[in-house]
């Protein structure tokens, strides 16, 4: 399978605790977005990276939230201290190098936080 | 008011019918996506348009960048078509932040 691929895809997790996710893109994408989606909303933008650089950050991403693309490959979006709030689908997305290119998705990860 | 609004929110359809969903954005942009989401997240880019008309299969999609407004066609409607239908725009240029709508949750019905 060479799509989008994100682990885990279900997390539960308890108020406080952190929590990481990962993401693997289409191997020849530059591109890697991150979105959050909660029930019955459009995603919503968190992130985004060409390469291994973010180049640009929502301001719906507290200080609690890190993401990183280490090696310009697979990346990981961690959120410390969880908040019931962050219970949502955290979707990575990947493109190729130009702006107007397609995105693919991964199916996504579940974060219940109780 | 959200920078990208859909309609209908919901449609309910009968198989063979012709579906048309709406998308009106507020912002210039550069592109505007059409995404399919299947119950459990999954979600599909099915075109991206700047100008005029595509078509793929059975679904058309238009975009009047003066009016601001997009739509998305499916023609012979069935039921594997049922998906919730997400407009995404891209504001202006060099701006990598996608703009999504709530969403447009189509059933079609055998």
């Known amino acids: 399978d060479t799509g989008v691929s994100q682990d885990p895809r279900h997390k539960i997790t308890k108020r406080g605790q952190n929590v990481t996710f990962r993401c693997d893109p289409i191997s020849e994408h530059n591109r890697l977005y991150w979105y959050r989606q909660t029930l019955g909303q459009g995603p919503e933008f968190l992130t985004y990276?060409?390469?291994?650089?973010?180049?640009?950050k929502s301001r719906l991403l507290s200080d609690r939230f890190s993401a990183e693309r280490p090696k310009g490959s697979f990346s990981t979006l961690e959120i410390q201290r969880t908040e019931q709030g962050d219970s949502a689908m955290y979707l990575c997305?990947?493109?190729?190098?130009?702006?107007?290119?397609?995105?693919?998705f991964g199916s996504g990860t579940q974060l219940s936080v109780l | 008011k959200n920078e990208v609004e859909q309609s209908p929110q919901n449609l309910t359809a009968q198989e063979g019918e012709f579906i048309t969903i709406n998308c009106s954005y507020s912002v210039g942009i550069s592109a505007l996506h059409w995404l399919q989401q299947h119950p459990g997240g999954g979600i599909v880019s099915l075109f991206m348009?700047?100008?005029g008309k595509k078509k793929h299969g059975r679904l058309i999609a238009t975009i009047n960048i003066q009016e601001k407004h997009s739509s998305l066609h499916i023609t012979a409607s069935h039921p594997r078509d049922s998906a919730v239908y997400i407009c995404a725009v891209r504001p202006h240029f060099g701006n990598e932040k996608l703009t999504f709508g709530t969403g447009t949750r189509l059933t079609i019905i055998p």
């Open positions: 997305a990947s493109s190729k190098g130009n702006s107007n290119e397609k995105l693919f």
């Open positions: 990276f060409q390469n291994e650089a973010q180049l640009e």
């Open positions: 348009l700047s100008s």
